[in-house]
């Protein structure tokens, strides 16, 4: 079963191989002969010209001309001879016996040997005589014979060219020649030395006799090697059965060990692929397998990894700022890097408005749908998409496409960004924060929602991708609860629970900050201390809930008069302080007539607790101010305090309900600035101003 095929083959091949060596030899001595041809009648010719060339010449030139056409060549001699052959004059190479004459009918020619190739040309000059012919000559040498052979492309042999030998290209000529004799004209024919033989006889225009002869297309060993081939083939095959016969359950052996090792978790196993059959394709198929399983688990194990890295970027962020911006803005990049999302927002809820607006947010514009708004976005809570999930407290994950039908669809709202895949949580944080109750429309523990658009690759988010964004979704729940309550106990330390305004311990921070801004930009700075006049007897006759009532009024009243620049503080009791950016004396002067009037000129209606009915009371009090600025009084926090409390003991002793600046109690204008004392620890230092500290002085602004 295994040689017959072999056998057959090689007898195909071998005949195969022999019709198309000699189709291809006989092809290749087409096309020589073709050349060969072209070639001596193109040299015909031009010997034809070189002797009417010569002919035309008068008998004085003659001699010149022929030598000339001798030096150019082809011709290699001229010869003039008058009518009975007698020589005139020749040039060139000496006279030769036997000439090939290219005009001679083919018949005429026969086989005798030549030792040129001429053309002829009748003398035609007045001079000359009758009968005269001129004879342009090539010689046969082995310079022409090679010039044949290389148009031709194969060795050429002329039979009817020298005395003794034959002219050739062809080292095994007589060989060529011989079975060019026993062939007929134009025939093809092997020779006994392997070659490829054709006969050209002698033709009009072409009166040489010519053998042409080409290497066949395969070394002589060409067929003792196919046969040891054949041999070689055949022992192959039987060698190749006994194997096949031993090895049939091989490869099932080596599968069934590979598939124990892979139950084992060895996912690296590969089985040997030796063949293409079925047992090879399922060699293939489990290798395919078990080399995307391991790619699988390496994009699982990488997965992880990178989501505990953001994991940990994201803890030491929660535990090193309370910028819920930058807070959010990590957890953000950390959802897209994790799920592959090209953009995303973090939308947190609006009590106030009940939106969702956008605080983080990759602003990059969705993949289709036109004049849709880029990010950031705000959403009402009962609209869209996002305002969905946010009500619901759901998450949402799917695909937008653009066929798809109106029904079908998902309805978003026209400010949310057009995509093609989304996935949008909600940001939960359960039992932190309290928020608003019905008819709030947000359940209690949503913060807002996490959304991730058009995952790169086309490819839709998936359920590990939903698992990861309620990670990172929570995560934003508590960081959003915890920097709230970290505001609310931070404003709670620096406010004032009565009045809302900020505190005496803000008081001193902020002295300190707006003294160093003033001193730096050369700007002045006035500090307003107030005190209620006779709060004591407003406690006395009305009770303390009544005080409370009235200082809160009362700092209203300051927030309803200052600039929004300005600082106001309760300072203890019923003394506030109120700090007034970049304004000198004069523009003080016009807040505390003004804070004067809305104290004196409307009195404070209350409402005390445990009067019957709670009728409203109306309460009528004045306040004492004292001035001071900076520099003109002072040039450090605790200098310009004292200042102004000195003006405001001399506004108390004047009469109170009125006001008085540091330096003058009289006037209420301020006082040529002093010096501060030498070594004084806490006066600011002169910055020179060529330095680019401190600026000359500018005009102050009244209020």
């Known amino acids: 079963m295994v040689l017959a095929p072999i056998l057959l083959g090689a007898g195909f091949v071998g005949y195969t191989v022999n019709a198309v060596g000699e189709e291809r030899a006989a092809h290749q001595l087409e096309v020589a002969a073709g050349a060969v041809r072209s070639s001596v009648a193109g040299l015909c010719q031009q010997l034809r010209t070189a002797a009417q060339l010569g002919a035309a010449a008068s008998a004085g030139q003659r001699q010149v001309v022929a030598e000339a056409l001798v030096r150019e060549g082809p011709v290699t001699g001229v010869r003039v001879l008058a009518s009975d052959g007698s020589p005139i004059t020749h040039a060139g190479r000496p006279p030769l016996p036997r000439w090939a004459d290219c005009d001679a009918p083919a018949e005429a020619v026969g086989q005798e040997r030549f030792r040129a190739l001429a053309a002829a040309a009748p003398l035609t000059g007045p001079d000359d005589p009758a009968g005269g012919e001129v004879w342009a000559l090539a010689h046969l040498d082995q310079e022409l014979v090679e010039r044949l052979a290389a148009a031709a492309g194969v060795a050429v042999t002329i039979r009817t060219a020298g005395i003794t030998g034959l002219l050739t290209t062809d080292d095994t000529a007589g060989s060529a020649v011989a079975a060019a004799s026993s062939a007929e004209p134009d025939a093809v024919t092997e020779s006994a030395d392997g070659r490829w033989v054709r006969r050209l006889d002698p033709t009009a225009g072409q009166p040489l006799s010519l053998v042409l002869s080409t290497s066949g297309s395969y070394p002589p060993t060409f067929y003792p090697l196919l046969s040891g081939l054949v041999v070689l083939a055949g022992l192959v095959a039987v060698l190749a059965a006994w194997r096949l016969g031993r090895s049939t359950t091989r490869p099932l052996t080596e599968l069934a060990h590979a598939a124990d090792r892979v139950a084992e978790g060895d996912l690296s196993v590969r089985v040997p692929v030796r063949t293409t059959d079925e047992t090879g394709r399922l060699a293939a198929t489990f290798n395919r397998m078990t080399h995307r399983m391991q790619l699988y688990v390496q994009a699982l194990t990488a997965s992880r990894d990178q989501l505990r890295r953001h994991l940990a970027v994201l803890g030491d962020t929660l535990s090193g700022t309370h910028d819920l911006e930058r807070i959010l803005r990590v957890i953000l990049q950390s959802a897209l890097t994790t799920a592959a999302g090209s953009r995303g927002a973090v939308l947190l809820v609006d009590e106030r408005n009940h939106t969702l607006t956008g605080h983080a947010t990759v602003p990059i514009r969705g993949a289709i749908g036109e004049g849709h708004a880029a990010l950031p976005v705000t959403v009402p809570l009962d609209q869209g998409l996002l305002g969905r999930v946010a009500t619901t407290g759901r998450a949402q ?8 039908a109106p ?17 949008v ?16 429309p947000v359940p209690p523990g949503v913060r807002g929602v996490l959304a991730l658009y058009d995952r790169l690759g086309g490819d839709d988010f998936d359920d590990s991708d939903l698992v990861a964004l309620r990670t990172f979704a929570g995560q934003a729940g508590v960081a959003v609860d915890n920097v709230r309550i970290h505001q609310e106990a931070q404003r709670l330390s620096l406010t004032d629970p009565l009045t809302g305004l900020w505190n005496y311990r803000y008081l001193n921070e902020a002295i300190r900050k707006e003294v160093e801004r003033a001193h730096r930009f050369n700007h002045p700075l006035a500090l307003l201390v107030l005190d209620l006049d006779r709060f004591k007897e407003v406690n006395d006759a009305y009770g303390h809930p009544a005080g409370d009532a009235v200082l809160a009024e009362f700092a209203q009243r300051i927030g309803g008069v200052i600039r929004e620049v300005d600082l106001a503080f309760r300072h203890g009791g019923e003394e506030f302080a109120v700090m007034l950016p970049e304004t000198d004396a004069p523009g003080a002067a016009v807040l505390a007539r003004r804070l004067g009037m809305a104290v004196r000129d409307q009195p404070m209606v209350i409402s005390p607790r445990g009067a019957e009915g709670d009728d409203e009371l109306p309460i009528s009090v004045t306040v004492s101010i004292g001035i001071a600025v900076y520099p003109d009084h002072a040039r450090t926090p605790d200098g310009l305090l004292e200042a102004a409390d000195d003006a405001l003991y ?9 006001f008085r600046v540091a330096g003058d109690p009289e006037s209420g204008e301020p006082s040529t600035t002093e010096p501060v004392p030498a070594g004084d620890p806490g006066a600011i230092e002169e910055e020179d101003p060529a330095a680019g500290g401190a600026q000359p002085p500018r005009q102050s602004r009244g209020r």
């Open 397 to 404: 994950r799917g695909r937008i496409d653009a066929d798809q």
């Open 407 to 423: 029904e079908e669809s998902v309805a978003l709202h026209p400010d949310e960004p057009r995509c093609r895949t989304y996935v």
């Open 425 to 440: 949580v909600p940001i939960t944080a359960p039992g932190g924060v309290v928020m608003p109750t019905a008819p709030w």
């Open 650 to 658: 001399a506004a108390k002793a004047a009469g109170r309900d009125t």
